[in-house]
């Protein structure tokens, strides 16, 4: 498809446990951000990659919350010992530009919901 | 992070009509200022943005209007229809976007 994916779509997991989110961004894209998303709230910042260099990590809630994207294009991010607070959309979205978000467009992809039992 | 405040909560409004939503920043550094708009199970997709260097921007029956002295910008649907109800999401920022808390929008038929 042309748009960003994410995987999995749905994911529920027992506290404590590990995950991690997969974002695959739209061909060509230079910028990849990581946004959450509560219930009935805004998308809130996480973090966003230029290229495979992290630009920016200051939402990442905790040292717990972490992201890499070796090679430029997919994008990983990863909960370790999950906590029920951690239940969320996240979005994953991608830019032409490599500016920072100001500059172009954000493409969202449709998310990956987490729910932790 | 510095507040993108937006309001109101939720609005309706009866077909053809006009819808505002409005936003106000904090942070005088910013200079983009985005609305995106997000359907149930989509995610948000760009409507409309903005720079300071104007008050007005017009696309079709969307208008943003800006007052930078005030720090505050705001959405106008002009002759809203039913396909516009969705939730309306203001943002500001240069490097990485604030988003609002966003505005449930419903016209109806």
């Known amino acids: 498809g042309a748009g960003v994916s994410q995987s999995p779509r749905y994911k529920v997991t027992k506290r404590g446990q590990d995950v991690a989110l997969r974002c695959d961004p739209i061909?060509?894209?230079?910028?990849l951000y990581w946004y959450r998303q509560a219930l009935g709230q805004g998308p809130e910042f996480l973090t966003y990659?230029?290229?495979?260099?992290?630009?920016?990590k200051s939402g990442l809630p905790n040292d717990r919350f972490s992201a890499e994207r070796p090679e430029g294009s997919i994008s990983t991010l990863t909960i370790q010992r999950t906590e029920q607070r951690d239940s969320a959309m996240y979005r994953c979205?991608?830019?032409?530009?490599?500016?920072?978000?100001?500059?172009?467009?954000?493409?969202f992809g449709e998310g990956s919901r987490l729910t932790v039992l | 992070q510095q507040q993108v405040k937006q309001s109101p909560q939720s609005l309706i409004v009866q077909k053809g009509g006009i819808s505002i939503i409005n936003c106000a920043y904090e942070n005088t550094a910013f200079d983009y200022f985005p609305w995106y708009q997000q359907f149930p199970g989509k995610g948000p997709a760009l409507l409309i943005a903005?720079?300071?260097?104007?008050s007005e921007k017009k696309e079709g029956r969307f208008t943003i209007s800006f007052n930078k002295s005030a720090k505050q910008f705001s959405l106008h649907i002009m002759d809203s229809q039913p396909g516009d109800s969705a939730t309306y999401f203001c943002a500001s920022g240069s490097e990485k976007l604030v988003f609002g808390k966003g505005t449930k929008l419903t016209v109806n038929p």
């Open positions: 979205a991608s830019s032409v530009s490599s500016g920072g978000a100001g500059t172009g467009e954000l493409f």
């Open positions: 990659f230029n290229y495979e260099a992290q630009q920016d």
């Open positions: 061909s060509g894209h230079v910028s």
């Open positions: 903005i720079r300071p260097d104007v």
